[in-house]
């Protein structure tokens, strides 16, 4: 759920951006979604997954509940640094 609220934020974020520069909105607003998804899903199955279960192993709930949640600041964060290399250098 978090990283559904998270996503239409991103989303919404680049739509206002791509507007205001005067680019296609719809373009900009699905480039924001995948910036965030992919690196989202990657540290997902590649990190969060195996340390989550390890934490569940030795009894660690609450710090496997914030590493479960963890791909959700990864994505948030990829998607920031290709607003701020891509999108913010752009113009019409």
């Given amino acids: ?10 989303s919404i974020l680049f739509y206002l951006a791509a507007e205001k520069r005067g680019l296609p909105v719809f373009h900009w607003a699905f480039a924001g979604l995948i910036s ?18 390890e934490l569940h192993r030795s009894g660690s709930v609450v710090t496997a509940g914030l590493v479960g949640h963890s791909s959700v600041l990864v994505g948030i964060l990829v998607a920031a640094l290709v607003y701020l290399i891509v999108l913010r250098r752009k113009s019409a």
């Fill in 1 to 10: 759920m978090v990283g559904g609220v998270a996503a239409i934020i991103v």
């Fill in 36 to 53: 965030y998804y992919i690196p989202n899903f990657i540290w997902s199955l590649a990190i969060a997954k195996p340390m989550n279960n």
